[in-house]
């Protein structure tokens, strides 16, 4: 059996759920997602996933919402089959050695390791476009720079912790770069939709030839 | 419109861009968003319409009538034809013709609100809080806030510039919106709140002048429990609401940071990434809290301690730097 949500308030307008973890809060978001668009949950300004929680802002009753969501039905994801969307890589980042010793490889392995996994946008977030990238096996979880750099390229593909994630532009980061995207605009106020990434979004990052010569 | 004192900071401002966060897009908007609320509604501008917010020393603009504002006030006449025509008995409930629609065939309008400021027009002093007439080519100016922090400026029609997401405010922490305004940058007005007619409001809606609640010299923030309540020990909690805290000059839009006592945590470790509201508390790892305001990040992995209610966040937006604050325990 499931463990159920653990609703915590957050202010006179908004709640946190709390899921025993980062799957059960993907069936979570997803059944809020389902209700919303069914038209049976009250009216919300934002639901805002995250690692292992969904935020529910601008309800204007809470504690309703509180004590029903405890006992929601929540089936397992359904994982959708719709096409990844791809990202071309250069697997040419700073830390790319750094990495490939914490994971005990050589820095061509860093590569083919995080191509071949399928990734998927657990929750958005630091920067409009930036999707926090779930899929690499614990064993290749890395922590952050220890001194964070005060200027990341737009572009850089990046590991910590369990996501990897690709910089929209360029900002401050603690991350460990391991590659840059090529030909990839990651947020476009100009598109529709603006972002590229969006929570559930399946994610495959493609090697690309001829990048370091 | 042409920027020739852009002041500390100036930015184009509205209601924001909420429904976004899930993409990683803050809510942003005006600060002060009774202030700006009311800009619009002495102008007789519909709510979304933007404004300038400008912080600390103002800022200074001069309002040309090129080809746009002609159609601007071509188009404003008709609108503003159309309404009196359809909205009933408006001039005979107030016995007078509507204010602005007198005005609105002459020349631009522009109210400054928020903060109070000497107010100039090409030098000579213009009222605050109430709308004034600006003159093809003259300056708007908008002096050091006397009082509080942000001031806005409004302009009938409102401040145009492309909007992002449905919104035209500037976001400094994600760099979405027009960029803060430079010395020599060029600003269209009208647009109203974008849609097709760029639309004013009822012209007899708008009210005389400002209601304005001085900052008080001590912010006392009304304080829910937050969600993370459990992360900080009962001493932590105890220092939160009897402990003497500061605004510290660091505070921007994205939040009001704090010189005081160090909060305690009850739990190490990291917290999971998790959406954060406006208001938010967050303590980070040196102890002392943030109250995230419009442009904070949509996520964080710092525990929030506590929620300061929505109604306060006016006044802490007109917080200047070196303010007492005390944080008050209210039900949630």
Redesign the interface.
């Known amino acids: 059996m499931p463990e159920s949500p653990v609703v915590?308030?957050?202010?006179?307008?908004?709640l946190?759920i709390e899921l025993p973890g980062a799957e059960a809060a993907e069936a979570f978001h997803a059944e809020v997602l389902r209700r919303r668009a069914a038209g049976t949950l009250p009216g919300v300004?934002?639901?805002?996933?995250?690692?292992?929680?969904?935020?529910l802002?601008?309800l204007s009753e809470p504690r309703r919402l509180a004590a029903e969501v405890t006992g929601w039905e929540i089936p397992p994801p359904q994982r959708g089959s719709e096409a990844a969307v791809e990202i071309p890589v250069r697997y040419d980042g700073p830390d790319l050695a750094d990495v490939a010793g914490m994971w005990g490889v050589t820095p061509e392995e860093v590569g083919r390791v995080h191509a071949a996994t399928p990734f998927r946008v657990a929750?958005?977030?630091?920067?409009?476009?930036?999707?926090?990238l779930t899929g690499l096996p614990e064993r290749y979880h890395v922590p952050r720079r220890s001194d964070p750099r005060t200027r990341v390229p737009a572009g850089s593909v990046a590991l910590a912790g369990p996501y990897t994630g690709v910089y929209p532009?360029s900002s401050p980061g603690g991350w460990q770069l391991i590659g840059t995207a090529v030909d990839t605009v990651l947020w476009d106020?100009g598109r529709e939709?603006?972002?590229l990434f969006?929570?559930g979004t399946r994610v495959r990052f493609v090697p690309q030839d001829g990048g370091r010569e | 419109m042409e920027v020739v004192r852009a002041g500390a900071l100036t930015t184009v401002q509205d209601l924001g861009r909420p429904g976004h966060a899930h993409l990683g897009v803050p809510r942003s908007g005006a600060l002060d968003e009774p202030a700006h609320r009311l800009a619009n509604r002495l102008l007789g501008n519909p709510a979304d319409a933007a404004t300038l917010e400008t912080t600390v020393d103002g800022c200074a603009v001069r309002v040309t009538t090129g080809g746009a504002t002609a159609r601007t006030r071509a188009r404003t006449g008709t609108t503003e034809g159309a309404a009196a025509g359809t909205t009933e008995g408006t001039a005979a409930r107030s016995g007078t013709e509507p204010k602005t629609g007198a005005l609105a065939g002459a020349v631009t309008e522009a109210v400054v609100t928020g903060a109070p400021c000497a107010v100039t027009v090409d030098g000579r002093p213009a009222p605050w809080g109430v709308p004034f007439r600006v003159p093809d080519g003259a300056v708007v100016e908008a002096g050091p806030a006397q009082r509080g922090l942000r001031s806005y400026v409004g302009f009938s029609g409102g401040v145009h510039a492309e909007p992002v997401l449905g919104s035209r405010a500037t976001d400094l922490l994600s760099g979405l919106g027009p960029q803060p305004l430079r010395d020599g940058a060029r600003l269209a007005l009208g647009g109203g709140s974008g849609g097709a007619d760029g639309g004013r409001v009822r012209a007899g809606a708008a009210p005389d002048a400002a209601p304005w609640v001085a900052p008080p010299r001590e912010l006392v923030l009304p304080l829910v429990p937050g969600p993370r309540a459990d992360w900080f020990t009962d001493g932590a909690l105890r220092t939160l609401v009897t402990g003497d805290y500061r605004v510290s000059s660091a505070s921007n839009r994205i939040g009001l940071r704090l010189e005081g006592p160090v909060l305690e945590r009850a739990r190490e470790g990291e917290l999971p990434s998790e959406g954060i509201v406006s208001g938010a508390l967050q303590v980070p790892p040196e102890g002392r809290p943030v109250v995230f305001l419009a442009d904070h990040p949509v996520t964080g992995g710092y525990p929030v301690i506590g929620v300061v209610v929505q109604e306060a966040l006016a006044a802490v937006a007109q917080a200047v730097p070196g303010t007492p604050v005390r944080f008050t325990a209210v039900s949630g």
Do not use: K, M, N
Request: hydrophobic share 40%.
């Open positions: 915590l308030p957050v202010g006179r307008h908004a946190l300004t934002e639901i805002v996933p995250g690692a292992r929680t969904v935020l802002d601008g929750f958005c977030g630091f920067a409009p476009g930036f999707g926090y532009r106020a939709p603006a972002a969006s929570p």
